[in-house]
């Protein structure tokens, strides 16, 4: 059975935390958990919770990128390119998130946001992680649903990208 991959970008270092200390309150496991983000700003929950790539070389726009949790694993590997933010887009990539969803959240790390991941084994993890990301208030969620391939965009319960819209006024 393949897994369901989730992404979100978190817009501060205090949302990063809230979301995952949510996540670890509703029972998601660390090992299925990772996060990226500029290495001037590591939220705190990360630092204690997820073992960090403390020397990256991977980068978008003028920050280095700190990768920690899952992702981890694969970020030597891919730390490798040259082109600034092809590393990340690689990571990604190889991770389960397709193109555009890749793109958008390259963009947010450009930014100076966080970029928080689950990989979930069931459905039901992965609605639960997308209602984590969704009442944190976080951006650009993407989710890799691995039951849509070669069927139609309405197949299953989760989407496919989903653009935050600020509420705030």
């Known amino acids: 059975m393949s897994n369901f ?3 979100a970008a978190a817009n501060s270092r205090l949302l990063t935390d809230i979301i995952l200390i949510r996540l670890r309150r509703a029972k998601i496991k660390c090992d299925a958990i990772s996060v990226l983000c500029p290495s001037n700003s590591i939220p705190h929950a990360m630092d204690c919770w997820l073992p960090i790539t403390r020397q990256s070389k991977l980068m978008a726009g003028p920050s280095v990128i700190t ?8 970020a030597e590997v891919e730390a490798k390119a040259t082109t600034r933010g092809q590393g990340i887009f690689n990571l990604l990539t190889h991770a389960g998130v397709d193109a555009m969803g890749a793109h958008a959240l390259i963009e947010r790390l450009q930014e100076g946001h966080n970029v928080v991941g689950v990989t979930a084994k ?3 993890e992965a ?9 944190a208030g976080a951006e650009s969620i993407v989710v890799n649903n691995p039951s849509r391939r070669g069927s139609t965009r309405s197949a299953g319960r ?8 600020s509420t705030a006024a």
């Open 67 to 74: 990768c920690a949790g899952q992702l981890r694993k694969n």
């Open 5 to 7: 991959t989730l992404f």
């Open 127 to 135: 609605l639960i992680a997308l209602q984590v990301f969704r009442h």
């Open 158 to 165: 989760l989407p496919a990208f989903l653009s935050w819209v």
């Open 122 to 124: 069931t459905e039901e």
